[in-house]
Nanobody
Framework: QVQLVESGGGLVQYGGSTQLSCTFP????????MSWYRQRLGKGAEEREL??????????GYGAIARGRFTISTDSAKNTLTLQMNNLTPEDTTVYYC???????????WGQGTQVVVAS
């Protein structure tokens, strides 16, 4: 079973920072468009908000919720995507999901979700 393994997050103070990591052991990141989404409590999966999409180095799209505060990076050797989240507020409290969408194959994978809680 193909898996995305997420880590990071947890409890953060208002205005603080944290990192989320997504590791994709099965395939090279270069074969996939990688993204982070978040899902509000009480909302369905179809209502997930885009945080950032990483198409390739130099081609990154940040959602409005992330622009200016969050930064994405990759480590190809470790097949890992890292989201650096700064200046966090309680509005950022929710579950974050990593997604991999195949460039050349019709395939999509989601991580199990990792929670971020920002204390007010």
């Amino acid at each position: 079973q193909v898996q995305l393994v997420e880590s990071g997050g947890g409890l953060v103070q208002y205005g603080g920072s944290t990192q989320l990591s997504c590791t994709f052991p099965a395939y090279p990141l270069s074969k996939y468009v990688m993204s982070w989404y978040r899902q509000r409590l009480g909302k369905g999966a179809e209502e997930r908000e885009l945080v950032v999409v990483f198409r390739r180095r130099g081609d990154v799209g940040y959602g409005a919720i992330a622009r200016g505060r969050f930064t994405i990076s990759t480590d190809s050797a470790k097949n890992t995507l890292t989201l650096q989240m700064n200046n966090l507020t309680p509005e950022d409290t929710t579950v974050y999901y990593c997604r991999a969408r195949g460039r050349y194959v019709s395939a999509e994978y989601w991580g199990q979700g990792t929670q971020v809680v920002v204390a007010s």
